[in-house]
Nanobody, 122 residues
Framework: VQLQAFGRGLVQAGGSLRLSCLSSERTFSNYAVGWFHQAPGKEREFVAA????????YYSDSVKGRFTISRDNAKNTVYLQMNSLKPEDTAVYYC????????????????WGHGTLVTVSS
């Protein structure tokens, strides 16, 4: 399963950005997808995850109420809408997929895309 993340950018604090995770996998609609980020010098952290149907969603406490994960299975795409961005959201963002149920544990995801850089200026 190949994943591609789009939407890198530089925004000011308080601004918004939408990331997209696209797959060419024919059965991508059967996969749970997670977004993770890794800031310079820090470990990778969970951001949000969504199950195959879109009715099972998890967020980290740091983004709850600001970020929204969604998916369009007809387009094989999962989105991460990021609002009210803060400088501490600056990181490389990765999307990942797994065939089974949704989870917030990065170790449980088998397939990873290349990261996309999000920079939030103060």
């Amino acid at each position: 399963v190949q994943l591609q993340a789009f939407g890198r950018g530089l925004v000011q604090a308080g601004g918004s950005l939408r990331l997209s995770c696209l797959s060419s996998e024919r059965t991508f609609s059967n996969y749970a997808v997670g977004w993770f980020h890794q800031a310079p010098g820090k470990e990778r952290e969970f951001v949000a995850a969504i199950n195959w149907s879109g009715d099972g969603i998890y967020y980290s406490d740091s983004v709850k109420g600001r970020f929204t994960i969604s998916r369009d299975n007809a387009k094989n795409t999962v989105y991460l809408q990021m609002n009210s961005l803060k400088p501490e959201d600056t990181a490389v963002y990765y999307c990942a997929a797994r065939y089974y149920g949704v989870t917030y544990s990065g170790r449980e995801y088998k397939y990873w895309g290349h990261g996309t850089l999000v920079t939030v200026s103060s």
